[in-house]
């Protein structure tokens, strides 16, 4: 009987796999799960609330500091100090909005290891391209160091980064956030996932179905209200990057 359930399962498994049948949608908590009670956003307390709250995926951004320190902040400057023309001595005892201090990159991944969430690491867009290199390589050894490969993954605005983490860790998922570019030319440069503004998607539909055909994952921002939550589920994207992750998470478990 347990063989016969086996086969069963199998078949069907083969089933969707033939007929393309595509996953549930699933959420991702932008800059983590930030409103919400002692939480902000980009702080360790919003990717716990993330965790806490069953999504899929919880958001954050990184910058390099003047000494190649990563920290997590969205702007390229925090009160007013340029974080790229500073080095960490002078920002580690900054606090952000829920009085956490300005966490790390490091901070970040040893909190995340412990949750049960996947964590989508955006790196900013650097002055040139000789820093953005370097930003990439210091944070690919970083979650090699902490052995988070598969936990990762990755997007950017600039194609120069997707393309390095091409280079460096061409197995994670790697996806582009500028929407000027179809799936079928990223995926000629090593990368496998586009993370479009809604209004891209519904512009350009058949990007969905295109990197789909082409085994990429298709992710988009920042979907706050119900229509277009509904509509970008019905046009089957793979991801829902929201501020509202509980909103996103009863429409998608219908
Ligand atoms: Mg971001």
Known sequence: MKTFKHSLILILLSLCCITGVQAQTKVIAHRGFWKTESSAQNSITALQKAAEADVYGSEFDVQLTSDGVVVVNHDDAIHGIVIGN???????????S????????????KAGKKLDVQLILEIKPHKTKEIEDQ???TIVRMVKKYKLTRKVEYISFSLNICEQLAKLTPKSEIAYLNGDISPKELKSKGINGIDYHFNVLYK???WIEEAHNAKMKVN???VDNDKDMQRLIDMKVDYLTT???LKAKELTNK
């Open 86 to 96: 500073t080095p960490y001595e002078k920002l580690k005892n900054i606090t952000i």
């Open 98 to 109: 829920n009085g956490e201090k300005l966490p790390t990159l490091e901070d970040y991944l």
């Open 135 to 137: 930003a990439v390589e």
């Open 204 to 206: 350009h539909p058949e």
């Open 220 to 222: 988009t921002w920042t």
């Open 243 to 245: 501020d509202e992750p």
